[in-house]
């Protein structure tokens, strides 16, 4: 080879958030190993909240110089609007959930020792604190950040891979119930590793067919429309399943209430809102702009995934009896909701709005979320939280502020008026009919009626029924959870309330849609 | 001066009040005088209200409030907004007086204590929600308002209410959310089709012209007004919820909440969507003459007498919707006459009956018998309400029956005649009712029942006194209400005496 090899050219400034958080999270497995004992946590606290925070600012940043309109890294990473106002909600939801992370009572004291074995008590005893939590949380977000962001199908499997696994492991450190915990996480990762075989199955099929990996290749490829069908459509399914496989759409949400029930509550919180922002943005990118031309072939499909999902999600919580399996179930009925917004796709305008709502939606529900399990945190049993409904009796009596909260949150989830899980999905069944989908869309209400209904069970369990005479205790809230709950309800009142400001936001972030 | 704002912000700071009120007594004085205040003020806007203005909706406010979805904070009243706002700041008061001992369980068969304060605050802020739909000149804003007013109620219910209360609160819930959840796809769909970018009321008028898409409009928002208001065969929450929710409570979900759907077919439904409000006329006319029949039939045969006054209720408001689609002048304002006639007279009924249950601890009619005898006057004032349920003439609602059954007359025959046995079985169920629990042999367990105390006494005495009042003089009322209505049915382009013309001139009109 004579000449020179071209070196890449890196926008640093437009990827600093990425560069922020991965950079903290290899700072915090240094302190792991070379920081003592007693001090860890109080330096990744600082550490990780400090990175969280610069990352946001220098995204504000990014979004205030003006949005580029070219590709990034050599094209791999997009930081377009969409990107930007997707980072900005991974972010806040990430610093919210690390406030919640910062509890000694989630986790387990050495994740090493066998349940119940003499190991396990000696690391109880001697005050042991699994603080590889904080810097595993980074990579995640880390993780997140590119996978919503990657303009080309390597990039978003490296990213899914980086956000996959330190959730597989975050998964396994529940301090109570650790059999529980240690099998949501066999069976997340078992699960994942499959869903993921898929995307990469899914991506080579479609090299195939395009000759490329970079989603706008991908897109042009499909206009020039020749060679192999079989194989564009295969590939195009298998990517698919990879990726509702981490929105939980049906019929891939069998691991989410297992998940959600095992892992620590403040894991949750993270997964349940982040995630679920990160995987529609590689959603979005991939069905929209890789596989644009190819419309007419997947949204069909979608269309019996939304409704499947929507469905599913909605009659199968009522069955639960463990809040944190209804909140998951309840969770999957959003995916769907969300993926009428993922169909309502037409000219550049209305693609626009549909964008938009979606994003409103994410940054809605997210909000809500976090709030919700920060709440589920805080009744405990003996045991550790008390997670079984009937625990749940008359909690309005015990503690009225608390359960007039999380009532709150759960009407927000039922999207009723003056909460924004109500202006949530008004925006994204909006899109939905002018997108033409309006079977969707009364398959949608239908489901959310459904869903009511255990949303109210809940709420009549904690207010109309007596407590029980030997109910959960509410832990007094550490600073930071009491911190998370009032930001969840003040973000789901004003969402709820003027929601405009956001709307702009999501609006100028959408209207330029996603860059090739 | 911005009335209609301050009319709802009165309560809703009150609440804010009440809330914090340590002292029970003092909440629910603080509750009371915001209830007063509200009342006054909505007496000194009545009478600035002009029913001769051009303008049809008088004291309006319109802000943007979310311009991406063409949202806007719209206020305004017409005659016909007007005496609902009135009837519902008139009934709150009455409530809150009739409501003194309902939260704090003291009555004989009371519900556990609650707390006293949470009742008060949730009553002032379904007020405040009250007064906002009926004001709403912006479709989206009405929405939020039909949306977000079940939830207060529902605490009442589930709170406050009586032994199968958590099953009648989520029954009520459900079936309402499901309604408006098919009106929230009408109404989305409404904006997208329009193309207006705005939800204001008075620009949509007229906006949808394809006759099929009317159709599928309609249904949205007339299912959602029929489970509310509730017409047959949507009725069977409203028994359950009424049974259930403490006296005070059901007054409002039956007087009040209930009319939001009366309401909302007048309003949205026959104005929005002219040529299907005519194309469905048949099918309404005969759910609402059914609905007044059997309503009427499952009141004779009820054995508690909150469900009978729950069933009678649903007889009247097949009356209701009867006028609202008969789309005559008389009919029209026949109906929203009877819609706050009917307010005061199962105010009334509820509220007295609500002193018996609590003299005696139960709502059973066989546990009663010879109370007139032991309480003269709570018998007397029964007995006004009951006859003012079954229309005599002399009280509010025989005017409002009458002009209904006149105005429908005119064009269904058929119907207007079937309706009239309603009269004839309203006459059965009260009478019937009041000879069981009040005359007859003195009941052992009724001895030692009180009369009528000054507070119940002030309860009663207004509604009695306007049942006797708008009786003889309803001008007052008319007058305000016809040129609303007039306005209401020159929009949907109806030509008196002529029926069912629209079908067969066709969608372009």
Not at chain 1, 229 to 251: N, Q
Not at chain 2, 427 to 450: D, H
Request: charged letters at 10%.
């Amino acid at each position: 080879m004579n000449g020179t090899i071209q070196a890449p050219t890196i926008e640093y400034a437009l990827l600093s958030p990425m560069l922020i958080v991965f950079g903290a999270a290899i700072i915090g497995v240094l302190i792991e190993a070379f920081a003592p004992r007693y001090l860890r946590k109080s330096i990744h606290m600082p550490l990780t909240l400090l990175a969280l925070l610069g990352a946001f600012a220098t995204t504000i940043l990014g979004a205030a110089n003006g949005l580029p309109t070219s590709a990034s890294a050599m094209g791999a990473v997009a930081v377009d609007g969409p990107a930007l106002f997707v980072w900005g909600i991974i972010l806040i939801l990430a610093f919210v959930s690390v406030l919640l992370i910062n509890d000694d009572e989630q986790f387990v004291a050495q994740a090493a020792a066998v349940p119940g074995s003499s190991d396990e008590e000696e690391a109880v005893r001697s005050g042991y604190a699994q603080t590889e939590v904080y810097p595993l949380l980074l990579f995640a977000v880390g993780g997140m950040l590119l996978f919503s962001s990657a303009n080309d199908l390597l990039a978003m499997f490296v990213g899914l891979e980086v956000m996959s696994l330190p959730l597989y492991l975050l998964c396994g450190l529940a301090r109570r119930r650790r059999l529980l915990s240690q099998e949501a996480s066999v069976k997340y990762f078992l699960l994942g590793a499959f869903s993921s075989a898929f995307f990469l199955y899914g991506m080579a099929l479609v090299y195939g067919y395009t000759g490329t990996v970079s989603l706008r290749g991908i897109g042009d490829a499909l206009g020039a429309g020749s060679g192999q069908e079989t194989l564009l459509l295969i590939g195009t399914a298998m990517l698919g399943v990879g990726l509702l496989f981490k929105i939980g759409a049906a019929p891939f949400q069998a691991w989410k209430p297992d998940v959600y029930q095992g892992a620590p509550t403040a894991v949750t919180a993270l997964m349940a809102s982040t995630v679920l922002v990160a995987a529609f943005g590689a959603v979005l990118r991939v069905f929209w702009v890789a596989l644009g031309g190819l419309e007419w072939n997947w949204q069909p499909v979608m269309w019996g995934i939304a409704i499947l999902t929507m469905v599913v999600g909605a009659i199968l919580a009522i069955t639960q009896t463990d809040i944190k399996r209804m909140l998951a179930y309840s969770s999957v009925a959003h995916a769907g909701f969300l993926l009428t917004g993922v169909i309502a796709t037409g000219a550049a305008a209305q693609n626009a709005k549909a964008l938009s709502a979606i994003l409103f939606y994410l940054a809605a529900y997210g909000f809500t979320t976090v709030g919700a399990f920060a709440v589920v945190t805080m009744v405990r049993d003996a045991g550790g939280e008390a997670g079984h409904l009937s625990r749940w009796a008359g909690l309005g009596k015990r503690s009225p502020f608390l359960a007039g909260v999380f009532a709150f949150f759960l009407l927000a989830f039922a999207g009723i008026p003056l909460t924004s899980g109500f202006f949530g999905k008004y925006a994204v069944f909006a899109a939905a009919v002018s997108g033409g989908a309006v079977p969707l869309v009364v398959v949608g209400v239908v489901s959310s009626a459904i869903a009511a209904f255990f949303y109210v069970r809940v709420i009549v369990l904690m207010f109309f029924n007596d407590p029980a005479a030997d109910g959960p205790s509410i832990a007094v809230p550490t600073v930071g959870t009491s911190a998370v709950v009032a930001l969840a309800a003040a973000a789901t009142v004003v969402l709820g309330v003027f929601p405009q400001p956001v709307l702009d936001l999501a609006d100028q972030a959408a209207s330029a849609l996603f860059i090739r | 001066m911005p009335w209609l704002s301050t009319l709802m912000a009165v309560p809703v700071l009150g609440a804010v009040g009440v809330s914090l009120v340590k002292n029970d007594k003092l909440a629910k004085q603080v509750a009371l005088a915001v209830s007063l205040v509200v009342l006054a003020l909505t007496v000194v806007m009545a009478t600035r209200f002009d029913p001769a203005s051009a303008e049809r909706f008088q004291f309006a406010e319109v802000h943007q409030w979310i311009p991406r979805f063409g949202v806007h904070y719209g206020v305004g009243v017409d005659g016909i907004a007007l005496v609902l706002i009135a009837l519902s700041a008139l009934l709150v008061p009455i409530v809150i007086l009739a409501s003194w001992h309902d939260a704090d369980g003291t009555g004989a068969a009371a519900p556990p204590k609650r707390s006293v304060r949470t009742y008060f605050a949730l009553l002032l802020v379904l007020e405040a929600m009250m007064i906002g739909v009926f004001a709403a000149t912006d479709v989206f804003l009405f929405y939020v308002f039909f949306e977000a007013m079940l939830i207060p109620m529902y605490f009442m219910i589930g709170s406050y209410g009586g032994v199968q209360r958590s099953y009648a609160a989520v029954k009520f819930l459900l079936y309402s959310l499901f309604g408006g959840l098919l009106m929230l796809v009408a109404v989305i769909a409404l904006y997208v089709v329009a193309e207006k970018n705005t939800f204001m009321f008075p620009e949509l008028i007229g906006a949808i012209q394809d006759p099929g898409t009317q159709k599928w409009l309609f249904l949205g928002f007339f299912i959602a007004f029929a489970v509310k208001a509730p017409l047959w065969p949507f009725h069977t929450w409203l028994p359950d919820a009424a049974a259930q929710a403490p006296a005070g409570a059901a007054v409002l979900l039956v007087g009040v909440l209930d009319k939001v759907g009366t309401y909302g077919m007048l309003r949205f439904c026959l104005e929005l969507f002219p040529e299907a409000s005519k194309f469905f006329t048949p099918l309404v006319i005969v759910l609402a003459v059914v609905g007044i029949v059997y309503g009427a039939i499952v009141a004779i045969g009820q054995t508690d007498m909150k469900r009978l006054i729950a069933y009678t209720s649903i007889s009247h408001f097949g009356f209701i919707a009867l006028g609202v689609f008969a789309m005559t002048k008389d009919a029209g304002a026949g109906a929203t006459l009877y819609m706050v006639n009917h307010g005061f007279s199962t105010g009334a009924l509820f509220l007295i009956a609500g002193f018996l249950i609590y003299r005696r601890g139960s709502s059973r009619i066989a546990d009663y018998g010879g109370v007139q005898k032991v309480s003269p006057v709570l018998a007397g004032t029964f007995l006004i309400a009951g006859l003012s349920g079954l229309s005599l003439p002399g009280l509010s609602t025989f005017v409002s029956e009458f002009m209904v059954l006149m105005g429908s007359y005119e064009r269904y025959k058929v119907a207007a005649i079937i309706a009239a046995s309603g009269v004839v079985l309203a006459a059965i169920y009260i009478l019937w009712m009041y000879q069981r629990t009040m005359n007859g042999p003195t009941a052992e367990s009724v001895k030692g029942f009180t009369d009528l105390n000054a507070r119940e006494r002030w309860v009663v005495g207004p509604l009695v006194a306007l049942l006797i009042v708008f009786g003889f003089f309803p001008k007052p009322m008319l007058d305000v209400i016809n040129p609303a209505v007039d306005k209401t049915l020159s929009s949907v382009h109806v030509t008196p005496f002529t029926p069912a013309v629209a079908e067969k001139k066709g969608a372009g009109q």
